[in-house]
């Protein structure tokens, strides 16, 4: 099992920046990538971000490329959101990709509100 816990959320005015951040603890020796996803009310859950354990390679949403930044320091990923716009409003859920198995371990989520 891998656990997750995530800050950082908040309310912020457009054009404004915010940090998220998910530590992750447990069996995290089978991890592939950590990533971040957004849903926005009544919205499927969408991919923002991930970050592959070996190497650090990155891939980033069209819709946050040039605004979004994630990174990872051991097991914490960041999530450096930089201009942000009244869409990018949603609860973020930080999670693992575990080899073999996907996107297995998910966040609680943590909101992220901008003010326009």
């Known amino acids: 099992q891998v656990q997750l816990v995530e800050s950082g959320g908040g309310l912020v005015q457009a054009g404004g920046s915010l940090r998220l951040s998910c530590a992750a603890s447990?069996?995290?020796?089978?991890?592939?990538?950590m990533g971040w996803f957004r849903q926005s009310p009544g919205t499927e859950r969408d991919f923002v971000a991930h970050?592959?354990?070996?190497?650090?390679s990155t891939n980033y949403a069209d819709s946050v490329k040039g605004r979004f930044t994630i990174s990872r320091d051991k097991n914490t990923v960041y999530l450096q959101m930089n201009s942000l716009k009244s869409e990018d409003t949603a609860v973020y859920y930080c999670?693992?990709?575990?080899?073999?198995?996907?996107?297995?371990?998910w966040g609680q989520g943590t909101q992220v509100t901008v003010s326009s």
């Open positions: 999670a693992v990709n575990v080899y073999g198995s996907g996107w297995a371990y």
């Open positions: 970050i592959i354990y070996s190497g650090g």
């Open positions: 447990g069996r995290t020796f089978s991890t592939y990538a």
